[in-house]
């Protein structure tokens, strides 16, 4: 079973690389709404990151997207 990795950049500073164009950056962002580690739980948020992100071509991301899609949001299942 894999973990989730953990983030040691602070969302500001995810938005930061965001911003710059980073769109592992987003990926993680997500992550972080998803779980509500140092924001609110905000699926809606994640959704939108994670299409950004896979809009830029980010496998990652598009992954992660589809799993959204068709499990729904993890905060929501505890």
Not at 18 to 23: E, F, K, T
């Amino acid at each position: 079973m894999q973990h989730p990795k953990k983030v040691s950049a602070t969302p500001q500073q995810l938005w930061s690389a965001l911003q710059a164009g980073n769109m592992n950056a987003a990926v993680a962002l997500a992550d972080l709404y998803t779980r509500g580690e140092g924001v609110p739980v905000n699926c809606e948020q994640a959704r939108i990151l994670l299409l950004v992100a896979s809009e830029k071509n980010n496998a990652e991301a598009s992954k992660k997207l589809q799993g959204l899609d068709k499990g729904g949001c993890p905060a929501n299942s505890e």
